[in-house]
């Protein structure tokens, strides 16, 4: 419907309550392209301002119709919830409209004894394809090299993230604002067109408060 963002398989992730990356939430005002045809041009209605993959160019299709899919095929096929160690796994495929895309699966993982958090994205096409992740933040973002980087606030909250993928990869940050909403986003761009591929973002925390 009208009031849905495109965003399956999105997150967040907070520091001591604080949001330090993940979704950047709603608008701060309404106007008429809200609620219209071009709702879903916005960064953040559509998946490109979500910690989502871009799979060979292409957005997520609207949610809406994605999920009335799902009797057909499970959004969620894996849950394990442990006093230590909480695992969820989601298949993505049906989010997006690209006729190679043969799988896309995202599993997160939050290990509570190492306040440590692994989300692993992967894919397989049918002839090689283009792919594309991302992270997203509201607050600062560092690179600390090639391939990690760290956010924080102002009250020194910080949380790190080390990036890794079985295909070499870019990566760069753009600033986005919309609808008085700003935001970073934080892009991981595979060189070259992939059969399959995996990018895993290991996030810790130096210290958590009790």
Not at 141 to 151: A, E, I, P, R, T
Not at 165 to 176: E, K, W
Request: proline content about 5%.
């Amino acid at each position: 419907g009208t009031h849905s963002h495109n965003d399956m398989g999105s997150y967040v992730i907070s520091v001591n309550s604080v949001q330090l990356t993940g979704d950047p939430g709603g608008p701060l005002f309404y106007d008429a392209d809200t609620f219209n045809n071009e709702r879903y041009l916005s960064p953040l209605m559509n998946s490109y301002g979500h910690p989502l993959p871009v799979i060979n160019g292409n957005l997520q299709k609207q949610a809406t119709s994605v999920l009335r899919r799902q009797l057909e095929k499970p959004f969620v096929v894996y849950t394990n919830f442990t006093n230590s160690t909480d695992t969820i796994v989601f298949n993505l495929t049906n989010a997006y409209d690209e006729p190679l895309l043969k799988e896309l699966i995202r599993e997160q993982i939050f290990d509570r004894q190492s306040n440590r958090i692994i989300i692993t994205d992967s894919v397989r096409f049918s002839e090689p394809c283009m792919f594309e992740d991302a992270l997203i933040t509201q607050k600062n973002w560092n690179f600390s090299g090639n391939s990690s980087g760290y956010f924080f606030d102002d009250s020194f909250n910080t949380l790190n993230v080390e990036i890794n993928s079985t295909a070499p990869f870019i990566m760069n940050s753009t600033s986005l604002s919309d609808y008085k909403v700003n935001f970073k986003r934080i892009g991981v761009y595979i060189l070259q067109p992939i059969i399959s591929a995996s990018v895993t973002f290991d996030f810790t925390c130096d210290s958590v408060d009790s």
